[in-house]
Nanobody, 112 residues
C-alpha cells in the first residue's frame, strides 16, 4: 500500500507544473484523495481534495483558480495541475488518502 508523488521541480514565477501521485495496493477508486504542502518552517497545509469518482473538488483559498486537482481511476493516479505559480507556492507537496496514508512528497521550488 503506497502513494508515490512525482513531477516536482524548479520553476519560475508564473510557470506551471503538474504533479502526479500514483497509488498502489488498495482500491484507489473508492477513496477521496487530497494534496497537501509543507513550506520550510511552516505546518503542513491542505491544498486540494477530490471525490472518489472525481465528482467534486475543493481548493484552499490560496490556490483556487490557479491549481486543478483531477484523477484517472483507470491509472490509479491523482494529479495536481499548478498554474501561475508564485514564490509562496514553494513547498514539499504530498498526496494523501484520508490523512492516514501519505506519499514521500515532491519538492516544488518557485524561484527566478
Amino acid at each position: 500500500v503506497q502513494l508515490v508523488e512525482s513531477g516536482g521541480g524548479l520553476v519560475q514565477p508564473g510557470g506551471s507544473l503538474r504533479l502526479s501521485c500514483a497509488a498502489s495496493g488498495f482500491a484507489f477508486s473508492l477513496y477521496e484523495m487530497n494534496w497537501y504542502r509543507q513550506a520550510p518552517g511552516k505546518e503542513r497545509e491542505w491544498v486540494a481534495g477530490i471525490g472518489s469518482a472525481g465528482d467534486w473538488t475543493n481548493y484552499a483559498y490560496s490556490v483556487k483558480g490557479r491549481f486543478t486537482i483531477f484523477r484517472d481511476n483507470a491509472k490509479n493516479t491523482v494529479y495536481l495541475q499548478m498554474n501561475s505559480l508564485k514564490f509562496e507556492d514553494t513547498a514539499v507537496y504530498y498526496c494523501s488518502r484520508a490523512g492516514t496514508l501519505w506519499g514521500q512528497g515532491t519538492q516544488v521550488t518557485v524561484s527566478s
